[in-house]
């Protein structure tokens, strides 16, 4: 009797432990910089990552808001997407603002410009899940 509880809780608490570490391994690790904020050049002439600027952090708070998919990271190295995110400032009825969704080696995966950088980062999410999941590595869309 006492392995059949036994068993019954172990199995239990497999059924809770599992699903919660399958949900965060199956998120999209991504990379979000703005502009020019993910490379300078400094006076030798070699380019290194920077600072975070106000493109880039407000790109990293939409995605957190707006993409349950994925994960934000800030090591580009431990990413499984880079978003270079850009707004012109041109007014509000212009398509100023763009996302641009790569792979960590350079393979182009979206591109788009928006009205507002609120869609570009929503559409940088769609095209990012479909990517992940085309690979066999479904990422949750909420």
Known sequence: ????????????????????????????????????SWQTTDPKGAQSPSGVNATAAEGIKLFM????AVEVNMRRDKADYVVALSDDGSGAGRKGRRAVVFT??????????????KNAVKDACRAISTDWTAKGT?????
């Open 138 to 142: 479904p990422a949750k869309q909420e």
């Open 104 to 117: 960590p080696d350079g393979q182009i995966v979206f591109a788009n410009s928006t009205r507002s950088l």
């Open 65 to 68: 808001e707006q993409c349950p």
């Open 1 to 36: 009797m006492r392995r059949i509880v036994s068993a019954i809780l172990a199995a239990m608490l497999w059924s809770v432990v599992l699903p919660a570490v399958g949900v965060a391994a199956g998120k999209a690790k991504v990379f979000v910089t703005g502009d020019d």
